[in-house]
C-alpha cells in the first residue's frame, strides 16, 4: 500500500501521490484503500492546512486497471468465482469514498495534474476543491471508450463545473482534452507551461495552507450545500457558520491587522 501511495508533509501541506509510473498511476485495490485511510485522517489532523493529490512519473491517474478488467472478463474461472452483484456494487460504492472525503473534508483540497488524468482518475481530480495542470495534460471521461457508465463521482462533479449540456458531451463522447482547453472550459483552475507546474503548484498550495482553516471548512459547508439547499435552508447555514468563525481566534487577528493596516497570519484556530 505504500509503495502505490506516499504520504509526505511540509508547511501545512500534506501530498498524496499516486505512485504506479509504470501504469500511469491507474488505481489498484492498495491505492484506494490507501487513500480511504489517508483522507480521514488528514482531515482530523489540525497540523494538516491544505491537502495535495497527485500522480507520479508525469501522469495523475489513468483511472481503472482495464488491462485488469479484460483479463477478469476473459477468465471462465475468474467469472465463476466473482462475487455476486449486490457484492460488487457494496465494494465499489465503498471504494468511492474517497472521493466524498476530498470534497468535504473541512480543508482546502487541490489536485496537481502533471499528465494523464482520465477516468476515475479525472473524477478523484475533479472531487478536488481546485486544480492545476500542465498545459500539455491530457483529460478525459474514457468512460464510454470501455462500455461502462463511470464512477468516482465524475458525473456529479462535471455536471456542477460545467453544467449538464457540456457534462454530457465529455461522458458521451470521451474527448481528449488538454490542460489548456480544460482551463478554458472551467474544469481546472489553472494551466501552466508543463515546465513551470512544481513551482507554481507548490505555491498554490502554500497559499491554500495559509488560509484561516475554519473559515475555509465552513466556507466549503456553504458551498456544498448550495449544489442542493433553497434559499432560506442556506442563509440559515450561512448565519450560524459566520456566527461560528467570528469567534475563531483567526477572525480576531485578522480583524486587528485590518485596523493596523497588515497582512493576517491564520493559525487555523
Known amino acids: 500500500m505504500a509503495d502505490h501511495l506516499l504520504e509526505s508533509f511540509a508547511d501545512g501541506v500534506a ?18 484503500q490507501g487513500l480511504s485511510e489517508a483522507l480521514p485522517r488528514l482531515a482530523a489532523d489540525p497540523k ?3 491537502v495535495v493529490l497527485t500522480g507520479a512519473g508525469g501522469a495523475f491517474c489513468a483511472g481503472g486497471d482495464v488491462k485488469g478488467f479484460a483479463a477478469a472478463a476473459g477468465s471462465g474461472d475468474a467469472a465463476a468465482e466473482a462475487p455476486g452483484m449486490e457484492q460488487k456494487v457494496a465494494g465499489l460504492r465503498a471504494s468511492m469514498e474517497s472521493v466524498r472525503w476530498l ?8 489536485a496537481v495534474i502533471p499528465g494523464a488524468a ?5 473524477s478523484l481530480a475533479l472531487a478536488c ?13 474514457a ?13 456529479y462533479f462535471l455536471s456542477h463545473l460545467l453544467g449538464a449540456a457540456k457534462a454530457r458531451e465529455l461522458y458521451f463522447s470521451a474527448d481528449v482534452i488538454t490542460g489548456q482547453q480544460a482551463a478554458a472550459l472551467g474544469v481546472v483552475n489553472r494551466s501552466v507551461p508543463a515546465a513551470e507546474l512544481p513551482a507554481a503548484a507548490a505555491a498554490y498550495a502554500a497559499q491554500l495552507a495559509g488560509l484561516p482553516t475554519i473559515a475555509v471548512g465552513y466556507m466549503k459547508r456553504n458551498l456544498n450545500a448550495a449544489a442542493h439547499a433553497t434559499l432560506p435552508e442556506l442563509l440559515d447555514l450561512e ?9 475563531t481566534d483567526d477572525h480576531k487577528a485578522a480583524s486587528l491587522a485590518f485596523v493596523e493596516k497588515r497582512a493576517p497570519v491564520f493559525t487555523g484556530r
Open 129 to 141: 476543491d481546485l486544480r492545476i495542470c500542465a498545459d500539455t495534460a491530457k483529460l478525459t471521461t
Open 118 to 122: 482520465a477516468g476515475a482518475g479525472l
Open 103 to 110: 470534497h468535504e473534508m473541512p480543508k482546502p483540497t487541490l
Open 239 to 247: 448565519a450560524m457558520h459566520m456566527v461560528r468563525t467570528m469567534m
Open 15 to 32: 501530498t498524496l501521490t499516486m505512485n504506479r509510473p509504470e501504469a500511469r498511476n491507474a488505481l489498484t485495490n492498495e491505492m484506494i
Open 48 to 50: 494538516v492546512r491544505a
Open 143 to 155: 468512460f464510454s471508450k470501455v462500455g461502462v457508465s463511470g464512477d468516482f463521482g465524475g458525473s
